[in-house]
């Protein structure tokens, strides 16, 4: 298994402001992830962090909102820029088990909880 | 589309089985996991199944049936301690990316 670790855990914001999340994984992994999991929901996935490449995002995320960076293959962090009351949300990174495309489960960093006021 | 549908909420009695279904519509498949996640923390993976059947792990097992796009999440002997949430979620596509159902939630009662 790989140890996720992000941070800040936790963070109240402004609006306007942006907030970048770390995530630092313990071993080289391929696929990194970021899902966001708003209050009472389940996890939507944001966007999939490509080593040395511009991140994939899923439909209605776009990386003016959302700009990731993944310098190396255990490093990634997510921005989320001008925060609304809406962003308020869990963020978590998530990393597959093994470094072989396409198998293995996910896991996942304990995620950073962001309140916009 | 992706289509991932769960029961929203369930209650079991402590010592019992419950099982919790899932069933999907989903351009492609690579595979379907179970996840639990307990208030204010990470999911935590339980369970893979990408061929027809049952795959049992201790206390929980899980079925699927791809031509039906339908899975369950069995859990026996139930405790306290899996009171939790129970996500469903589905890899489609290159890369494993997952698209997850909205989770039941369960509570295990004395």
């Known amino acids: 298994s790989a140890v996720i670790s992000q941070k800040p855990s936790r963070d109240i914001c402004q609006r306007g402001t942006s907030l970048t999340i770390q995530c630092q994984v313990d071993s080289q992994v391929t696929m990194m992830f970021w899902y966001r999991q708003q209050p009472g929901q389940s996890l939507t996935l944001i966007a999939t962090a490509n080593q040395g490449s511009e991140a994939t995002y899923e439909s209605g995320f776009v990386i003016d909102k959302f700009p990731i960076s993944r310098p190396n293959l255990t490093f990634s962090t997510l921005t989320v820029s001008n925060m609304s009351p809406e962003d308020s949300s869990i963020y978590l990174c998530?990393?597959?088990?093994?470094?072989?495309?396409?198998?293995?489960?996910?896991?996942f960093g304990e995620g950073s909880r962001l309140t916009v006021l | 589309g992706q289509n991932i549908d769960q029961p929203t909420e369930m209650t079991a009695t402590e010592g019992a089985i419950v099982q919790i279904n899932c069933t999907y519509q989903?351009?492609?498949?690579?595979?379907l996991f179970w996840y639990q996640q307990h208030a204010g923390e990470a999911p935590t993976f339980l369970s893979y199944?990408?061929?027809?059947g049952l795959e049992e792990k201790g206390r929980f097992s899980s079925f699927l049936s791809r031509s039906k796009g339908y899975s369950y999440l069995l859990l026996k002997e139930l405790q306290m301690k899996d009171s939790a949430s129970y996500l469903c979620?589905?890899?489609?596509?290159?890369?494993?990316?997952?698209?997850f159902g909205t989770g039941t939630q369960l509570k295990v009662e004395l």
């Open positions: 989903t351009s492609g498949f690579n595979g």
């Open positions: 998530s990393v597959q088990g093994t470094v072989q495309p396409g198998a293995g489960e996910l896991f």
């Open positions: 199944n990408v061929l027809d």
């Open positions: 979620a589905v890899s489609t596509g290159g890369g494993n990316k997952l698209t």
